[in-house]
């Protein structure tokens, strides 16, 4: 299933309209598996700590498309730059869900536009989050980011290498399980219900090879897009990439805000971040370097550029989230122009770079 050569005959506009066409219809696709995904994952997860449950049942849920995407675009899609796409694609999702996210949260809970005349309905004034697991996960994300850009100044990345980001998602889930020690979860929501162990099972594998089929498509969408418009494939990976595969991210942190659950909405876009780096870049770099030996790192600005904005950026909101007692709307429009501020520095020291 190779795209680029069936579309290679059409001109520019053709060609642009199909490529977003997969994009969308990817995207569509990703959202609906990883919701099934999601819902068998929870039954058989349900008696973890809640803790435990979303940094890893949770987290496997909705950065699923991460993992797979990473893996088609190092071991099937092929690019010169495969694994700065795949770099970039999954840091550039963590950088998507700790803006993006957190701005669609804020919108949701604030209030809502009204689809059938222009306005907006204010629903709350402000509202007021959790800071200790904002705390949590901060610590856990920066430092995961912190040993990543660590990695990414060397010339050649190894097996060694995917096996630090992999090995660091330990401790975070250790401290996790310590910090629920002691609690069983035996509430079984109506979709759990649903299923039995062995339904369950059916579901998450049906899932799964749905997602790797929809993730084969995104890398080739990632690569074909970039090569039409004649850019590195760093620069579609790292936003059209990176946006469709955080769909499922962003809604069910929506989900989340409209029912009232603000510290789940917030703390879900962070805490999958640091799965996104640790599991679904290191998993498959570790396994492609003990395959096919270690891995030139891209020599081009993106990945100094990626390697700035990436801990500048979670820092910055961070600060935005923690240091005010209460969010209010203006923060929505603070991390509007920050995630424009950021799609602006990739792009100028992409195409300065060119």
Known sequence: MHFSGVLENLTFWPQLAVWFAILVVVSIIIAKACDYFEGAADFLGRHLPPGVKGATVNAAGSSMPELLSAVALLFFVQ??????????????????????????????????????????????????????????????????????????????????????????????VAYMWWQSRGHRNENVDEENQRHTTSSA????????????????????SVIGT?????????????????????????????????????????????????????????????????????????????????????????????AIFLIPKRIKLWHAFVLAGLYAGWVFFALNAEFAWI
């Open 79 to 172: 690019s010169y730059d495969s694994l700065g796409a795949g770099i970039a694609l999954t840091a550039g999702s963590a950088v998507f869900n700790t803006v993006f996210i957190p701005l669609c949260v804020v919108i949701a809970i604030m209030g809502t536009f009204r689809l059938g005349a222009i306005g907006w309905a204010a629903r709350k004034s402000e509202i007021e989050i959790s800071k200790t697991s904002l705390i949590r996960d901060g610590i856990a994300l920066i430092s995961a980011e912190i040993v990543l850009i660590t990695l990414l100044s060397q010339k050649v990345l190894t097996w060694v290498d995917g096996a630090i980001l992999v090995a660091i998602y330990i401790p975070y």
């Open 201 to 220: 099972w059916g579901v998450l594998a049906v899932s799964v090879a749905v997602l790797v089929v929809a993730c084969y498509a995104l890398a080739e």
């Open 226 to 318: 970039a090569q039409l418009f004649d850019v590195n494939d760093f620069v579609t990976a790292i936003f059209l990439g990176a946006a469709a595969s955080s769909v499922p991210d962003t809604i069910l942190s929506i989900k989340d805000a409209r029912k009232g659950k603000e510290d789940d909405a917030i703390s879900n876009a962070v805490g999958s971040n640091t799965f996104d780096i640790c599991i679904a870049l290191g998993l498959p770099l570790l396994a492609y370097s003990l395959i096919n030996g270690p891995v030139e790192m891209p020599s081009h600005e993106g990945i100094q550029t990626l390697r700035i904005g990436l801990v500048l950026i979670t820092l910055t909101v961070f």
